[in-house]
């Protein structure tokens, strides 16, 4: 009897250390804790734990990081690993010849903003600058190909993925793959509605946003 209470009590027990086991996952990279989530990388794929080391968000490959990124720039360019911020994180998708946009997504993982922008800040102050692409229809050239022009504009976006207040419309952007550079971002928020941008002359102004629009 006392041998069967033993085997009964070690099958009990096994789940238990599977679980336990399981748990013990090793990660190539831990980033810090923003807004209750850290993001893990396992490759080149993040996911997200929370403060109970529970991995929430699976890894993808979407999410946007830099082994070398520059810090001191807006932008894509100066994101070193995924966080949220504000309840958003920035993914990525290629679209036109390859060249990847970016939106993106909530603390469960949904896309709330797609990818529709060429460069984009994190939400640092509610909203985000980025570079807006809308796809302008123009018809069909003489063998029946579609021509499309692709109009740039750095606008303010909230964490909805609604465009808030467009700052000026840009030019000179190349979507040409083998040509093609991430376009630096004219303005910043410095504020909540607070803006700099950058004139034509490479000095910078003001502009108090009136969001109550």
Not at 83 to 106: H, L
């Amino acid at each position: 009897m006392k041998k069967r209470i033993i085997c009964l009590m070690l099958l009990m027990a096994l789940p238990l250390a599977t679980i336990a086991q399981s748990e013990n996952v090793s990660y190539d990279e831990i980033a810090p804790f923003s807004e209750g989530l850290a993001a893990v990388r396992i490759g080149n794929q993040w996911g997200f734990i929370n403060e109970n080391a529970q991995l929430v968000i699976d890894f993808r490959d979407d999410l946007v990081w830099n082994q070398n990124a520059d810090t001191n720039k807006a932008g894509v360019l100066g994101i070193r690993y995924p966080q949220f911020k504000n309840g958003r994180c920035m993914i990525q998708k290629s679209k036109v010849n390859n060249i990847p946009f970016y939106g993106f997504i909530d603390t469960s993982g949904e896309i709330v903003i797609q990818p529709e922008y060429l460069n984009i800040t994190e939400f640092d102050h509610k909203n985000a600058i980025g570079i807006y692409v809308r796809e302008a229809f123009q018809g069909q050239n003489e063998i029946n190909i579609s021509v499309i022009d692709y109009i740039f504009t750095e606008v303010v976006v909230n964490t909805n993925g609604e465009i808030i207040w467009p700052i000026h419309e840009r030019e000179h952007i190349l979507t040409a793959k083998r040509r093609y550079e991430t376009p630096e971002l004219h303005s910043r928020l410095i504020g909540d509605d607070l803006l700099i941008y950058k004139t034509k002359d490479n000095k910078w102004e003001t502009k108090k946003l009136d969001l109550s629009i």
